[in-house]
């Protein structure tokens, strides 16, 4: 593509918005350090599917084509960005550090830590099932905003941004210190090379929606202290999530503080 050539979106992205839902993508543009020309973009991205199927609207009206796009400028920002920086990586090593960056799992934490669970559009049901902190749906949302800005901003505005929010974590996975996996394994190793102790315990805080649709919280508890909160459709993967939130506050120095 020439980089004079516009980009055109379809006639739908061009829609308005209504002043309320406007106002509340200003303030995430705000906390998030970026601009948008077309709010209906980020909008768009911000609709889970089973918010427009309520209202028997297309696949034009909710994010999953936004998500689609997204994943590919992810990949290709990513993948940039080790080619660049690891020289001495073969392609497998590289193919491997990228698949753990881009993972559900990271895409999560990053959709978490901005709070996109906060703007989120869903069906009623999807809601009640507590959709908005589903690691699989924030994900998702995750990579249709950064499709979204693509769109509107361009390829250097949307590597500025993605990078502003997980240029470390590339690094600390190419360097070995952060692996994206077990998470229960690594804080237990983490925990006992410090203090030479197994203080870790887990607990379940609660859960929401219903039997057939559970979403649940747990909380990891090291030497008494919350040090991360975690959710997920089962106890299991609800703990993952809370030893991943701990490790964090780990790498970037926040371990003295407890979990929100």
Known sequence: MNPKTKMTVPDIYSEPVG???????????????????????????LTHSSYAHERHQTHLHYNERLEFLGDSVLSLIVSTYIFRNYRHFNEGRLTKLRAQVVCEASLYLLAKQIHLGDYLLMGRGEEHGGGQY?????????????????????????????????????I??????????DYKTMLQEHV?????????RYELLGYEGPEHNRVFESGVYI??????????????????????????????GNSGKQAE
Not at 24 to 33: D, H, K, M, V
Not at 172 to 181: F, T
Not at 227 to 237: F, I, L
């Open 134 to 170: 589903r690691p699989s749906i924030l994900a998702d949302a995750f990579e249709a905003v950064l499709g979204a800005y693509y769109l509107d901003q361009g390829l250097a505005a949307a590597e500025t941004y993605l990078l502003g929010l997980m240029e470390q974590e590339i």
């Open 172 to 181: 600390d996975v190419c360097n070995g210190k952060l692996m994206v996996g």
């Open 192 to 200: 006992q090379k410090q203090s030479g102790e197994d203080g870790v």
């Open 19 to 45: 002043e309320k839902r406007k106002a509340a993508l200003e303030t995430l543009c705000r906390s998030l350090g970026i601009q948008m020309r077309n709010y209906r973009l980020l909008d768009i991205a």
């Open 223 to 252: 030497e008494g202290t919350l040090m991360g909160k975690g959710k997920g459709r089962t106890k299991k993967e609800s703990e993952q999530h809370a030893a991943q939130e701990a490790l964090e506050m780990f790498r970037t």
